[in-house]
T-cell receptor, first 111, second 113 residues
Framework: GESVGLHLPTLSVQEGDNSIINCAYSNSASDYFIWYKQESGKGPQFIIDIRSNMDKRQGQRVTVLLNKTVKHLSLQIAATQPGDSAVYFCAEFGGYQKVTFGTGTKLQVIP | DTEVTQTPKHLVMGMTNKKSLKCEQHMGHRAMYWYKQKAKKPPELMFVYSYEKLSINESVPSRFSPECPNSSLLNLHLHALQPEDSALYLC????????????FGPGTRLTVT
């Protein structure tokens, strides 16, 4: 389940299950969004992006959904694997070169 | 080569020291970025260089001084830092400065004593 507190929100899922990570963005003028994965001791790694003229985009095992009405973004990971364990950030591109990262969600995959 | 490299990996410095962080990419990208990331927090944008010119400074204190000597290199000069400046400093690059993927380096873990 999810927990929110003084630490990063954490999502624990069983290996093989699907994961859904959510992000609320702040700027209604943001027109481009990226999901990043950050493993411990590494820089963020691009997973998938979506532009505001779309509401869904699929990659390999990942799907991003965009709901502009409620300013909500989600990342779905199919058949979650132990290697998916990491912190996931959404990033929104608003004004001129302005990019803002969301607070992040830690995904823990239980073998 | 889709790699952004950063040196050093770790840096410990006193509050009176002067040091520099270095970033390099050979992907032909014309936009480069510095971010600061505290533990359990998202990266925060500090500076953006576009075609070797500083295009964004997110009200960063002057004790941080960026430099872009050429299109492949980005430096961050540090002077008279405070302990609260201890963080992971990430460099990133992208093709231009638009809506596109940013490639991140592994970061420099900075500790100010």
């Amino acid at each position: 389940g999810e927990s929110v507190g003084l630490h990063l929100p954490t999502l624990s899922v069983q290996e093989g299950d699907n994961s859904i990570i959510n992000c609320a963005y702040s700027n209604s003028a943001s027109d481009y969004f990226i999901w990043y994965k950050q493993e411990s001791g590494k820089g963020p790694q691009f997973i998938i992006d979506i532009r505001s003229n779309m509401d869904k985009r699929q990659g390999q095992r990942v799907t991003v959904l965009l709901n502009k009405t409620v300013k909500h973004l989600s990342l779905q990971i199919a058949a979650t694997q132990p290697g998916d364990s990491a912190v996931y950030f959404c990033a929104e591109f608003g004004g001129y070169q302005k990019v803002t990262f969301g607070t992040g969600t830690k995904l823990q995959v239980i073998p | 080569d889709t790699e952004v490299t950063q040196t050093p990996k770790h840096l410990v410095m006193g509050m009176t020291n002067k040091k520099s962080l270095k970033c390099e990419q050979h992907m032909g990208h014309r936009a480069m970025y510095w971010y600061k990331q505290k533990a359990k927090k998202p990266p925060e944008l500090m500076f953006v260089y576009s075609y070797e010119k500083l295009s964004i400074n997110e009200s960063v204190p002057s004790r941080f001084s960026p430099e872009c000597p050429n299109s492949s290199l980005l430096n961050l000069h540090l002077h008279a830092l405070q302990p609260e400046d201890s963080a992971l400093y990430l460099c990133a690059s992208s093709q231009t400065r638009g809506r596109e993927e940013q490639y991140f380096g592994p970061g420099t873990r900075l500790t100010v004593t």
